[in-house]
């Protein structure tokens, strides 16, 4: 038997301190991550099995078999699925952090292969999970045989988590894999059957096949002595052996519920809400969706991959399978398990399949149902949990706005603002419109790059003057979102910086009529205005929306505001290059001296930049050219 010691990669010794210390808070976790692995490996055999029936060989019946042994300190896991061949294990289990089920989808991937049965995909094999069995042992030996070699064609693969590990061929008689656990003297409390079976029931009692211990029985003592628990030399399963989801709902707690879906999403925060339900009619399935507490780091990242774990009569499909959530709500996780999809159902099948088509329907649906039940809940508790998704999802929700048409409505229902009258973001448009003033006839908005900048935006002047409720929208989807949502409930959404500011039945008679003769009296210095910005506006207009500022600029009704231009070039992309328009105050002071100046050319030019740099200045801009505009008006002050 051949036998070789290679190091493992750089710096490895630094990662396995990380994995050891840092990544588990609870060290029982081991167990889990070693049954998880254990799992997937059988699941990879009845994939690799439907087309190739002879990696069955003797042993139809997948399991995984823990055993203990507390003279040798050792606890093993062993299952009988798809093994590794010596080559396996020198990449995937020299190596940190590389997962050699990523591994094999990744190859996959890159022919653009994907259907079922080649589709292996279980996250953690052999992954970071493995290496948490050094938490609790001082050496790990694995034993294995791929499915289909011959026996003499084993593994052992032995390592002290230092810096190098052992490799050697070995006759192994049965497929599969065992990893041997060498546990430290104060971890020997893992090498207790109640200990273990406790640890089993409350992290994989879930598994989808059985995991199998040592039967133990009660024996007393003799000559005086104390008596205790010996092995009868059968196995018992000890798990439910079934898939959480496929359970009753009544027989779940919440604590399995929550156990589950830590396992599922790889998080340590437990799950806002979930739901689950099995689905009938012309399409059957069972779906168990969360919604999670906090958002991953990588919610924006389009090229990563997200969706639901899809199982078709309990079998793994695929993971992240997109297609049954649309991308909106990218951030749920869950399984899904079908009763009429095919077995080997491939990612472009997912694509085009009707059924898959109702799934998602209905995965949406119930996903908007949860959260407007949060949302309208009486309760407080139920009503905090909904401030909290806001506060981590709401800005992805809005994209559905723009995505989903047919469900437009309930996510409209869904979304929350601040708002002139309050800095928090918990005002929806239910609530904007229960406190309309009479004679209101549209829901005002500004969006902005914050609440501050909204707050202050010279564009509100008049609405808080009239005492008007202005919603103030800072996420920088919104003006995207907002172009799909023309109106609530039967009333017109208007932005307060597009076009001409119309308060309708808002405005007395006095005040309209004063407006038209400011316009008309102040014709001639608007046209010097146009000639003198003909550069930088595309109008200039008297306005009556300004109180206390001198000049704001706004949009066309249907045109890009000037911030998401800005926000667009920021982010390395294309905007239309549009002109705002100008619109005065002629009550100002400083607009009455630009009145006065006709006569000095140079220094009504100066004042005319000056306004409109001012207006760019005051929504969140910066003038084309600040050394001019510092220039201009430092020659004023002095």
Same mark, same amino acid.
């Not at 490996?41 to 042994?69: H, I, Q, T, Y």
């Not at 994907?114 to 050094?134: M, P, R, T, W």
């Not at 749920?332 to 080997?344: E, H, Q, R, Y």
């Given at each position: 038997?051949?036998?070789?010691?290679?190091?493992?990669?750089?710096?490895?010794?630094?990662?396995?301190?990380?994995?050891?210390?840092?990544?588990?808070?609870?060290?029982?976790?081991?167990?889990?991550?070693?049954?998880?692995?254990?799992?997937?490996?059988?699941?990879?055999?009845?994939?690799?099995?439907?087309?190739?029936?002879?990696?069955?060989?003797?042993?139809?019946?997948?399991?995984?078999?823990?055993?203990?042994?507390?003279?040798?300190?050792?606890?093993?896991?062993?299952?009988?699925?798809?093994?590794?061949?010596?080559?396996?294990?020198?990449?995937?289990?020299?190596?940190?952090?590389?997962?050699?089920?990523?591994?094999?989808?990744?190859?996959?991937?890159?022919?653009?292969?994907?259907?079922?049965?080649?589709?292996?995909?279980?996250?953690?094999?052999?992954?970071?999970?493995?290496?948490?069995?050094?938490?609790?042992?001082?050496?790990?030996?694995?034993?294995?045989?791929?499915?289909?070699?011959?026996?003499?064609?084993?593994?052992?693969?032995?390592?002290?988590?230092?810096?190098?590990?052992?490799?050697?061929?070995?006759?192994?008689?049965?497929?599969?894999?065992?990893?041997?656990?060498?546990?430290?003297?104060?971890?020997?409390?893992?090498?207790?059957?109640?200990?273990?079976?406790?640890?089993?029931?409350?992290?994989?009692?879930?598994?989808?096949?059985?995991?199998?211990?040592?039967?133990?029985?009660?024996?007393?003592?003799?000559?005086?002595?104390?008596?205790?628990?010996?092995?009868?030399?059968?196995?018992?399963?000890?798990?439910?052996?079934?898939?959480?989801?496929?359970?009753?709902?009544?027989?779940?707690?919440?604590?399995?519920?929550?156990?589950?879906?830590?396992?599922?999403?790889?998080?340590?925060?437990?799950?806002?809400?979930?739901?689950?339900?099995?689905?009938?009619?012309?399409?059957?399935?069972?779906?168990?969706?969360?919604?999670?507490?906090?958002?991953?780091?990588?919610?924006?990242?389009?090229?990563?991959?997200?969706?639901?774990?899809?199982?078709?009569?309990?079998?793994?499909?695929?993971?992240?399978?997109?297609?049954?959530?649309?991308?909106?709500?990218?951030?749920?996780?869950?399984?899904?398990?079908?009763?009429?999809?095919?077995?080997?159902?491939?990612?472009?099948?997912?694509?085009?399949?009707?059924?898959?088509?109702?799934?998602?329907?209905?995965?949406?649906?119930?996903?908007?149902?949860?959260?407007?039940?949060?949302?309208?809940?009486?309760?407080?508790?139920?009503?905090?949990?909904?401030?909290?998704?806001?506060?981590?999802?709401?800005?992805?929700?809005?994209?559905?706005?723009?995505?989903?048409?047919?469900?437009?409505?309930?996510?409209?229902?869904?979304?929350?603002?601040?708002?002139?009258?309050?800095?928090?973001?918990?005002?929806?448009?239910?609530?904007?419109?229960?406190?309309?003033?009479?004679?209101?006839?549209?829901?005002?908005?500004?969006?902005?790059?914050?609440?501050?900048?909204?707050?202050?935006?010279?564009?509100? &002047?008049?609405?808080?003057? /009239?005492?008007?409720? *202005?919603?103030?929208? !800072?996420?920088? %989807? #919104?003006?995207? $979102?907002?172009?799909?949502?023309?109106?609530?409930?039967?009333?017109?959404?208007?932005?307060?910086?597009?076009?001409?500011?119309?308060?309708?039945?808002?405005?007395?008679?006095?005040?309209?009529?004063?407006?038209?003769?400011?316009?008309?009296?102040?014709?001639?210095?608007?046209?010097?205005?146009? &000639?003198?910005?003909?550069? /930088?506006?595309?109008? *200039?207009?008297?306005? !009556?929306?300004? %109180? #206390?500022?001198? $000049?704001?600029?706004?949009?066309?009704?249907?045109?890009?505001?000037?911030?998401?231009?800005?926000?667009?070039?920021?982010?390395?992309?294309?905007?239309?290059?549009?002109?705002?328009?100008?619109?005065?105050?002629?009550?100002?002071?400083?607009?009455?001296?630009?009145?006065?100046?006709?006569?000095? &050319?140079?220094?009504?030019?100066?004042?005319?930049?000056?306004?409109?740099?001012?207006?760019?200045?005051?929504?969140?801009?910066?003038?084309?050219?600040?050394?001019?505009?510092?220039?201009?008006?430092?020659?004023?002050?002095?």
């Amino acid at each position: 038997m051949s036998k070789q010691t290679l190091s493992f990669q750089a710096e490895v010794a630094q990662l396995l301190h990380l994995v050891t210390h840092s990544l588990y808070s609870n060290k029982e976790i081991f167990l889990r991550e070693l049954i998880s692995n254990a799992s997937d490996a059988c699941d990879k055999l009845r994939f690799e099995a439907l087309a190739n029936g002879a990696l069955w060989e003797d042993a139809p019946n997948l399991e995984v078999r823990v055993s203990f042994d507390k003279d040798a300190k050792t606890l093993t896991i062993t299952d009988n699925g798809i093994g590794l061949t010596e080559q396996e294990a020198i990449d995937n289990l020299g190596t940190i952090a590389k997962s050699g089920t990523r591994d094999f989808v990744s190859k996959l991937e890159a022919s653009q292969k994907a259907d079922a049965k080649e589709q292996g995909s279980l996250i953690g094999q052999f992954g970071v999970g493995f290496y948490s069995g050094f938490m609790v042992a001082d050496k790990i030996t694995v034993e294995s045989r791929k499915a289909g070699a011959a026996a003499d064609a084993g593994v052992r693969w032995v390592s002290a988590g230092t810096g190098e590990f052992e490799v050697e061929t070995i006759t192994r008689a049965a497929r599969g894999t065992s990893v041997i656990l060498h546990l430290r003297d104060d971890a020997m409390d893992y090498a207790n059957g109640w200990r273990v079976k406790s640890i089993i029931n409350k992290y994989s009692d879930h598994i989808s096949l059985p995991i199998l211990m040592g039967k133990e029985e009660w024996k007393e003592g003799e000559d005086g002595k104390d008596g205790g628990m010996v092995a009868t030399g059968e196995w018992e399963t000890v798990n439910k052996a079934s898939a959480l989801w496929s359970r009753p709902k009544k027989d779940i707690t919440p604590e399995q519920y929550t156990e589950f879906y830590k396992q599922i999403a790889f998080d340590q925060e437990a799950p806002l809400a979930w739901s689950h339900n099995r689905v009938e009619g012309s399409t059957e399935y069972t779906q168990l969706l969360y919604i999670p507490s906090k958002a991953p780091q990588d919610l924006w990242n389009r090229d990563k991959k997200a969706g639901l774990k899809l199982y078709v009569k309990r079998v793994f499909i695929m993971d992240d399978a997109e297609a049954l959530m649309p991308s909106y709500l990218r951030f749920v996780k869950g399984v899904v398990d079908s009763a009429d999809l095919p077995l080997n159902v491939s990612r472009e099948l997912l694509q085009e399949s009707r059924d898959v088509k109702a799934i998602r329907e209905g995965n949406t649906r119930r996903v908007l149902t949860v959260l407007e039940d949060l949302a309208t809940s009486g309760d407080d508790a139920e009503k905090a949990k909904y401030g909290a998704f806001y506060s981590e999802f709401g800005a992805v929700l809005k994209e559905g706005l723009g995505e989903d048409f047919s469900n437009r409505e309930k996510i409209s229902k869904l979304l929350r603002f601040a708002s002139s009258t309050t800095d928090t973001v918990s005002v929806s448009f239910a609530d904007y419109k229960a406190r309309m003033k009479e004679g209101q006839e549209a829901i005002y908005y500004i969006t902005a790059d914050t609440i501050a900048a909204a707050k202050n935006s010279p564009q509100l &002047e008049v609405f808080m003057k /009239k005492g008007i409720e *202005v919603l103030l929208m !800072t996420d920088r %989807v #919104d003006e995207w $979102a907002l172009g799909y949502l023309h109106e609530f409930d039967g009333t017109t959404l208007q932005s307060v910086a597009k076009g001409a500011v119309d308060l309708g039945k808002l405005q007395d008679d006095a005040e309209k009529k004063a407006a038209e003769e400011a316009a008309v009296s102040f014709k001639p210095i608007l046209e010097k205005l146009k &000639e003198a910005l003909k550069d /930088k506006a595309e109008d *200039v207009r008297v306005t !009556t929306r300004l %109180v #206390d500022s001198a $000049a704001c600029l706004v949009v066309q009704d249907h045109g890009m505001s000037t911030q998401l231009a800005r926000m667009l070039k920021r982010a390395g992309q294309e905007a239309p290059e549009t002109k705002p328009i100008l619109e005065v105050n002629a009550e100002h002071a400083l607009v009455k001296k630009l009145e006065a100046s006709t006569a000095n &050319e140079a220094l009504f030019g100066d004042l005319a930049h000056i306004l409109f740099d001012q207006a760019l200045l005051a929504e969140g801009g910066l003038p084309d050219d600040p050394a001019a505009y510092v220039k201009r008006v430092n020659s004023l002050l002095v």
